[in-house]
């Protein structure tokens, strides 16, 4: 139990793109989701909390009109990065914390995102 | 500010025991997590601390003295699979979860 997906699982684009990344909580309902960033040799860092039905809280430093992030049900949380640029590359993990269990995130695979 | 602390990189030797520590200074404390990370992978979830004392699951282990804002993760009959990164996470009295920058173990034959 506890699955969390993600699609796609990488993605090379141009830059100036926008590119969409699902999070998909597949047994379990997840009121709130988790998108992270992770630089290589770097450990991840939070970009924002997204809870089903409002707006998601981002961190600081995290630009909210570039990074996009819908969560609108209880089993899917979308991040979509508009205007990509070559920074934007990155591995952009998501992860969701089920209902019943009110402290452990389940993470999903990762997307690597390439822009060119 | 909030804080946690853990050595950027460990090395072991196959079969041995390997202790990865991890202090932490955060404003409360809900409970300490210990996540595996291997290179290009999302981290898995290895164990959750509240309460002191050691938690044993099979070649892991995990230790926590809340007092101390110490914890450790201590991984016996080391397999080469074992080498990746150890993150260390502490929810915050917020509900947040705190990372540490995590632990490169390198398991040599």
């Known amino acids: 139990g506890a699955v969390v997906s993600q699609h796609p699982s990488w993605v090379i684009c141009k830059s100036g793109t926008s590119v969409k990344i699902e999070c998909r909580s597949l047994d379990f309902q997840a009121t709130t989701m988790f998108w992270y960033r992770q630089f290589p040799k770097q450990s991840l860092m939070l970009m924002a909390t997204?809870?089903?039905?409002?707006?998601?809280?981002?961190e600081q430093g995290v630009e909210k009109d570039k990074f996009l992030i819908n969560h609108a049900s209880l089993t899917l949380s979308t991040l979509t990065v508009t205007s990509a640029h070559p920074e934007d590359s990155s591995f952009y993990i998501c992860?969701?914390?089920?209902?019943?269990?009110?402290?452990?995130?389940?993470f999903g695979p990762g997307t690597r995102l390439t822009v060119l | 500010g909030q804080n946690i602390d853990q050595p950027t990189e460990m090395t072991a030797t196959e079969g041995a025991i390997v202790q990865i520590n991890c202090t932490y200074q955060t404003s409360g404390f809900n409970g300490l997590f210990w996540y595996q990370q291997h290179a290009g992978e999302a981290p898995t979830f290895l164990s959750y601390n509240v309460l002191d004392g050691l938690e044993e699951k099979g070649r892991f282990s995990s230790f926590l003295s809340r007092s101390k804002g110490y914890s450790y993760l201590l991984l016996k009959e080391l397999q080469m699979k074992d080498s990746a990164s150890y993150l260390c996470?502490?929810?915050?009295?917020?509900?947040?979860?705190?990372w540490g920058a995590g632990t490169k173990l390198i398991i040599k034959p």
């Open positions: 996470a502490v929810i915050d009295s917020n509900y947040q979860l705190i």
């Open positions: 997204s809870n089903e039905g409002s707006k998601a809280t981002y």
């Open positions: 992860s969701a914390r089920d209902m019943g269990t009110e402290y452990e995130q389940f």
